[in-house]
């Protein structure tokens, strides 16, 4: 797989690391039901607040290490420096919640993060019209 890493990751996970703060960060769509339910649910597990989360639709360019469009397309994370996107980036933000912890390291494995990732390229293919379906099942504003 292929991660998307330069001198910004290496930056944001040093800062990230002297400050105490979270161990992975996940940008995410969160104009996206989908995605803001997925989220919501880590939020919840995460409970000792080892995930930073960044909702690309309302960050500034400050809080993106690219293109919000790229962070829009696919979902990302850092690890340990390492700007990783797809299945990589679930495993990674998997990995830092200890009850998804056993789903991460098994996707850690090559072979796993295969298929994992041909799965997650299906759904990308399905997701505007889950997404339709989602927004049409919420609460009218």
Known sequence: MQSAAGPIAGICAVAHHLSGMADVTVW???SCPLCSREIALIRRLDRRGSIRFVDVAQAGPAACPIGREALLARFHAMENGRLLSGAEAFAAM???VPALRPFGRLFARPSALIVLERLYRMFL???PGLQ???RKGEPRR
Do not use: I, K
Request: aromatic residues 16%; without cysteine.
């Open 28 to 30: 995410y769509d969160g």
């Open 94 to 96: 998997w990995r830092a």
């Open 125 to 127: 293919r399905l997701r």
């Open 132 to 134: 339709r379906l989602a």
